[in-house]
C-alpha cells in the first residue's frame, strides 16, 4: 500500500470517527463532568513551602522543550527526532 493511499484512508477515519463522537448529543458529557471534577480537586492541591512558582518554572521548561522537539521534527522528521518529541510530550503530560 502506498503511503498516499494510507493517509487517505487514516483521513477518512478521522473524519468518520468524529462525525460519530461528535453527533451524539451526550458525546462530550463525560469529559466535562471529568474536567469539572480536577478543576474542583485542584482547588485543594497543596504545592508545598516554595509555592506554585516552582511548579510554573517546571511547566515552562518542560513545554519549552516539547515545543524545540516539535520544531525539529517538523523540519526534519527522523526516527531520533520524533522520539525525542514523543517524549517531551509525555514528560508535559505527566
Do not use: C
Not at 474536567?35 to 512558582?53: F, P, Q
Not at 524545540?68 to 514528560?91: D, I
Amino acid at each position: 500500500m502506498r503511503l498516499e493511499h494510507f493517509q487517505r484512508l487514516l483521513r477518512r477515519r478521522r473524519t468518520q470517527l468524529r462525525k460519530e463522537i461528535l453527533g451524539k448529543p451526550d458525546s462530550l458529557r463525560g469529559t466535562r463532568k471529568s474536567l469539572r471534577e480536577a478543576r474542583n480537586r485542584a482547588g485543594k492541591w497543596h504545592a508545598g513551602r516554595h509555592g506554585w512558582s516552582v511548579l510554573g518554572v517546571g511547566l515552562k521548561r518542560t513545554y519549552s522543550s516539547g515545543r524545540e522537539a516539535f520544531e525539529r521534527a517538523r523540519v526534519a522528521p527522523t526516527n531520533e527526532h520524533l522520539h525525542e518529541w514523543r517524549k517531551q510530550a509525555k514528560y508535559f503530560w505527566h
